[in-house]
């Protein structure tokens, strides 16, 4: 009798201590409710949150817990915990961890922690090189004689760490936690792991990670990290819009006449899709009809003012391998019933999925992301993924196009200064401009040496004439820019301006710049136009200004090509010079 009651009293605290024993989700979980009461599906290489955790190996604390406040020297570290979510079911997701260590910790090539000098000031105090030497915690014992201490190499649910190269620097351990499971690994101070997406569930999942240094007796629990990721049928993607002579694209306001293009950016960091096929298909909204195309890259220009609404659907038919073929049960046969459909091809795999067909779905204007593996010709299978963009832009006038058309030197009287005036006639298409920039730089159109904007009012025709002041004989590029609120766009031409200040036979000359010019200065000039305006007065006739024809020779050429490369208008002639507005 006496030993069924020890027997009963043996087998009750075991019991006890079976349950009080923490698991994986206990601690994982950090205040917030565990996912035992979810069925989750199997991870490729992680493990059920079920599994004991060995506490007094690896303590854990609660939020709050005043432990936390000395578990690191000179300070607390932090660990960043980033993704590459938004996931495609199906492709892998990435997490990194980076810990952020206290002021003037580092760590060496060795993994050990030490104090940085560089960022050593006067109320420092290093009174050691080292915050942790585990080199020299471990330096007395190979990897056999390690491994039979139990405290510096296992897991906390008692596997054995994996016997890297480099086991000596690896001095961290990092247990992530996600969908009722978990991964651990040991690391330096950064760690990055993958999840393949296929048995996580839709939606917004929640990753947690925690972080161990290692100890002379037991591991340390240093910092903790959570974040949320997603996992999508909808293919992750997003549209670059841009254009020429577009003064901001992100307004999605552009301009009528004018090609726009589309860019498409399909987010799949895991190259997942790298062996599908792409269809991109198109509506502008402007009843021009779908525009299917296999490119990321799509252009279309719009003839209509307006708002429109864009849509694009994109589909990737993705080779998966093939289910084992299912056979079909026989159905009961009973006079004038029919066995067609208890048969299958040798071209086709019958699956528990109903509906199965060949062909992609017909209804495109809404479709959904199917899991519904199909036949290809080839012998393999593969399932359709979908992914959606909508958006509303607005299609207004805008300036397309500036050329100069004339220029012409200005004679000085001497009263007026040495400085040789040169007027700039400039016309334009499309809309009126607002304001008018002109950026004079060297010959080789990278150093600037005088910018001059103003508002201009124009409300008629688009001809006007700037004038342009030069202090001196040389070589110039000149940079003409005509803007509105939407819209800029740009004219250039190499000047040369001979003769002494104050001569009459001064003359100005214009040449083409060349395209590589162009190119390396339409950076340049971006910038600078976003830079406060100055001033510069209207231009007037003074009865003291007589324009000096004779002996003068201008040859210019307008440069469009470089800019706008759509645009296969012939420079104009040089024409007479028309009145200054």
Same mark, same amino acid.
């Given at each position: 009798?006496?030993?069924?009651?020890?027997?009963?009293?043996?087998?009750?605290?075991?019991?006890?201590?079976?349950?009080?024993?923490?698991?994986?989700?206990?601690?994982?979980?950090?205040?917030?409710?565990?996912?035992?009461?979810?069925?989750?599906?199997?991870?490729?290489?992680?493990?059920?949150?079920?599994?004991?955790?060995?506490?007094?190996?690896?303590?854990?604390?609660?939020?709050?817990?005043?432990?936390?406040?000395?578990?690191?020297?000179?300070? @607390?570290?932090?660990?960043?915990?980033?993704?590459?979510?938004?996931?495609?079911?199906? !492709?892998?997701?990435?997490?990194?961890?980076?810990?952020? $260590?206290? #002021?003037?910790?580092?760590?060496?090539?060795?993994?050990?922690?030490?104090?940085?000098?560089?960022?050593?000031?006067?109320?420092?105090?290093?009174?050691?090189?080292?915050?942790?030497?585990?080199?020299?915690?471990?330096?007395?014992?190979?990897?056999?004689?390690?491994?039979?201490?139990?405290?510096?190499?296992? $897991?906390?649910?008692?596997?054995?760490?994996? %016997?890297?190269?480099?086991?000596?620097?690896?001095?961290?351990?990092?247990? $992530?936690?996600?969908?009722?499971?978990?991964?651990? @690994?040991?690391?330096?101070?950064?760690?990055?792991?993958?999840?393949?997406?296929?048995?996580?569930?839709?939606?917004?999942?929640?990753?947690?990670?925690?972080?161990?240094?290692?100890?002379?007796?037991?591991?340390?629990?240093? +910092?903790?990290? !959570?974040?949320?990721?997603?996992?999508?049928?909808?293919?992750?993607?997003?549209?670059?819009?841009?254009?020429?002579?577009?003064?901001?694209?992100?307004?999605?306001?552009?301009?009528?006449?004018?090609?726009?293009?589309?860019?498409?950016?399909?987010?799949?960091?895991?190259?997942?899709?790298?062996?599908?096929?792409?269809?991109?298909?198109?509506?502008?909204?402007?009843?021009?009809?779908?525009?299917? *195309?296999?490119?990321?890259?799509?252009? %279309?220009?719009?003839?209509?003012?307006?708002?429109?609404?864009?849509?694009?659907?994109?589909?990737?038919?993705?080779?998966?391998?093939?289910?084992?073929?299912?056979?079909?049960?026989?159905?009961?046969? *009973?006079?004038? +019933?029919?066995?067609?459909? !208890?048969?299958?091809?040798?071209?086709?795999?019958?699956?528990?999925?109903?509906?199965?067909?060949?062909?992609?779905?017909?209804?495109?204007?809404?479709?959904?992301?199917?899991?519904?593996?199909?036949?290809?010709?080839?012998?393999?299978?593969?399932?359709?993924?979908?992914?959606?963009?909508?958006?509303?832009?607005?299609?207004?006038?805008?300036?397309?196009?500036?050329?100069?058309?004339?220029?012409?030197?200005?004679?000085?009287?001497?009263?007026?200064?040495?400085?040789?005036?040169?007027?700039?006639?400039?016309?334009?298409?499309?809309?009126?401009?607002?304001?008018?920039?002109?950026?004079? *730089?060297?010959?080789?159109?990278?150093?600037?040496?005088?910018?001059?904007?103003?508002?201009?009012?124009?409300?008629?025709?688009?001809?006007?004439?700037?004038? #342009?002041?030069?202090?001196?004989?040389?070589?110039?590029?000149?940079?003409?820019?005509?803007?509105?609120?939407?819209?800029?766009?740009?004219?250039?031409?190499?000047?040369?301006?001979?003769?002494?200040?104050?001569? *009459?036979?001064?003359?100005?000359?214009?040449?083409?710049?060349? !395209?590589?010019?162009?190119?390396?200065?339409?950076?340049?000039?971006?910038?600078?136009?976003? @830079? #406060?305006?100055?001033?510069?007065?209207?231009?007037?006739?003074?009865?003291?200004?007589?324009?000096?024809?004779?002996?003068?020779?201008?040859?210019?050429?307008?440069?469009?090509?470089?800019? $706008?490369?759509?645009?296969?208008?012939?420079?104009?002639?040089?024409?007479?010079?028309?009145?200054?507005?």
């Amino acid at each position: 009798m006496k030993g069924l009651c020890l027997l009963g009293v043996l087998l009750l605290a075991e019991g006890i201590l079976h349950t009080a024993a923490k698991q994986f989700r206990d601690v994982m979980s950090h205040g917030r409710s565990s996912s035992h009461v979810r069925s989750h599906k199997k991870l490729h290489g992680w493990s059920p949150d079920q599994n004991q955790w060995n506490e007094k190996l690896y303590p854990f604390w609660e939020k709050g817990d005043p432990r936390w406040n000395d578990c690191w020297r000179g300070g @607390k570290v932090v660990a960043r915990l980033t993704s590459d979510s938004p996931a495609l079911v199906g !492709s892998n997701v990435t997490f990194a961890v980076n810990l952020q $260590f206290p #002021r003037c910790q580092k760590e060496d090539n060795d993994s050990n922690i030490v104090y940085d000098r560089i960022c050593r000031n006067d109320s420092s105090d290093f009174s050691n090189e080292y915050v942790y030497n585990w080199t020299e915690w471990i330096d007395d014992c190979g990897w056999e004689i390690c491994t039979s201490n139990n405290t510096h190499n296992v $897991f906390p649910d008692g596997r054995p760490f994996p %016997h890297h190269p480099g086991w000596r620097r690896r001095n961290f351990v990092y247990l $992530f936690h996600t969908a009722g499971q978990y991964y651990q @690994k040991t690391g330096g101070s950064s760690a990055i792991v993958s999840i393949n997406t296929t048995n996580i569930t839709l939606g917004k999942q929640m990753m947690v990670v925690s972080v161990y240094r290692r100890g002379h007796r037991t591991y340390v629990p240093v +910092a903790t990290a !959570s974040g949320i990721y997603v996992v999508t049928d909808q293919i992750p993607l997003y549209v670059n819009l841009s254009q020429k002579n577009d003064r901001n694209a992100s307004d999605s306001v552009f301009i009528k006449d004018s090609p726009i293009t589309f860019d498409v950016k399909i987010h799949d960091p895991s190259h997942y899709l790298n062996n599908s096929a792409i269809s991109y298909e198109w509506d502008y909204g402007d009843g021009s009809g779908s525009f299917i *195309s296999n490119s990321p890259i799509s252009t %279309h220009t719009y003839t209509l003012q307006g708002n429109f609404s864009l849509n694009l659907t994109v589909q990737a038919t993705i080779p998966v391998p093939c289910e084992p073929a299912t056979p079909t049960p026989p159905l009961p046969t *009973s006079p004038g +019933a029919t066995t067609q459909n !208890s048969t299958s091809t040798a071209n086709k795999t019958e699956l528990t999925t109903p509906a199965i067909t060949t062909k992609p779905p017909s209804n495109l204007d809404s479709p959904t992301s199917t899991g519904v593996m199909e036949d290809t010709p080839d012998g393999g299978c593969h399932i359709y993924r979908y992914g959606h963009y909508k958006t509303t832009i607005s299609i207004v006038e805008g300036i397309l196009q500036v050329n100069v058309i004339q220029m012409t030197s200005v004679q000085m009287t001497v009263a007026q200064g040495e400085n040789s005036l040169v007027d700039f006639v400039v016309t334009c298409q499309g809309s009126l401009p607002t304001d008018a920039c002109t950026i004079v *730089s060297d010959p080789t159109c990278q150093v600037s040496q005088n910018v001059v904007c103003d508002p201009v009012e124009v409300t008629d025709q688009c001809l006007l004439t700037i004038r #342009r002041a030069f202090n001196e004989p040389g070589t110039y590029c000149v940079n003409i820019t005509l803007g509105d609120d939407t819209s800029q766009a740009l004219a250039s031409a190499l000047i040369s301006v001979n003769g002494a200040p104050g001569s *009459s036979s001064r003359t100005v000359e214009g040449v083409l710049i060349t !395209s590589g010019f162009l190119v390396a200065f339409l950076i340049f000039v971006t910038l600078l136009l976003h @830079k #406060r305006y100055k001033e510069y007065k209207p231009i007037e006739r003074s009865a003291e200004q007589v324009e000096n024809r004779e002996g003068l020779n201008v040859y210019f050429n307008n440069v469009k090509a470089v800019l $706008f490369p759509g645009n296969n208008e012939r420079d104009p002639l040089l024409k007479t010079k028309p009145g200054i507005v």
